[in-house]
């Protein structure tokens, strides 16, 4: 087992895909696979199983994934430091976001910061918030933006964008033409909501409870695993959801969808920059974090 192969590795995993991974580390497939098969043969268990057309850990290749992530860290932080201390900046750094800062608004962020520093390769993980919490807290990430407040005590959050959030509704929707609703009238609607860990979700009940409501006060229809989900399922009738309307922008411009306020609430929320006080920044995360603080124009803009 070398780092290079726990490298490889990783790329399969978040890529969900030998293939996709052979294409952005620049090897054949086959190679890949040879590489998986040598860390199969040393650990003597498998490590991915290929389901349809995923390629998806196993419950060992989940452990190793984890310990993995922080091996190539330290390898990063260390590359990162001699280089710093030779007066350049490069290295790699693995910034985490949840669904609507990693889907929508980092991936323009990350592409202005590697115009500035072109020597640093920034790989993006997404994922709900929670596990985003959770990485960067076990230092597989140096960097989180999350849509919601974590109560780990050696973290630390700086909120870097406001997130505007709204009902929304199918265009046919008797609400569809209204600005607001009374969260009474939500409540007796068939409602979509996020799983459990979502920042989406997490807004939500703290909007709620606000009010003196609780997400069982509402019709909850369906519970999707992600924004795209819960987007097709308000398209298909299931239901009405509250989302970021950076999520729906498009669908808002050709009137596909409506987006409503809630009488008497303030559909918004804090995006956080989210990092772990017990490590020493590499550079690179240093430096993206202050670009970040920077760009915060940019991480609002709808």
């Not at 952005?24 to 040393?42: G, M, N, R």
């Amino acid at each position: 087992m070398d780092l290079w192969q726990l490298h490889i590795f990783c790329n399969v995993v978040e890529w969900k895909s030998f293939s996709k991974a052979a294409r952005h580390i620049h090897l054949s497939q086959p190679t890949v696979s040879s590489h998986i098969k040598d860390l199969e043969a040393h650990f003597n268990c498998r490590l991915i199983d290929r389901l349809g057309r995923e390629a998806v850990p196993t419950r060992a290749g989940e452990i190793l994934y984890r310990y993995a992530r922080k091996l190539l860290a330290m390898r990063d932080e260390a590359e990162a430091a001699m280089a710093d201390f030779q007066g350049r900046m490069q290295g790699r750094l693995v910034v985490g976001g949840s669904t609507i800062p990693g889907g929508y608004l980092l991936p323009r962020i990350i592409g202005a910061f590697s115009s500035l520093y072109p020597d640093v390769t920034v790989s993006l993980i997404i994922a709900d918030t929670a596990k985003i919490v959770e990485q960067v807290l076990s230092g597989e990430l140096e960097l989180g933006v999350v849509g919601a407040r974590t109560t780990q005590k050696h973290l630390v959050q700086e909120a870097v964008a406001v997130d505007e959030m709204r009902l929304i509704v199918t265009s046919d929707h008797p609400w569809s033409g209204l600005k607001r609703i009374s969260l009474e009238d939500l409540c007796s609607e068939p409602f979509v909501i996020r799983e459990s860990g979502s920042g989406t979700r997490k807004s939500l009940e703290e909007i709620l409870s606000s009010g003196g409501y609780r997400l069982d006060d509402l019709r909850i229809t369906a519970e999707m695993g992600s924004t795209v989900a819960v987007i097709q399922a308000i398209k298909g009738g299931v239901g009405v959801s509250i989302l970021s309307t950076t999520a729906v922008r498009d669908e808002l411009r050709s009137g596909k969808l409506a987006a409503l306020e809630i009488a008497g609430f303030r559909l918004s929320r804090h995006l956080y920059l989210t990092r772990n006080q017990t490590r020493t920044a590499s550079p690179p995360a240093a430096a993206f974090a202050a670009f970040i603080q920077q760009q915060t124009s940019i991480l609002s803009k709808q």
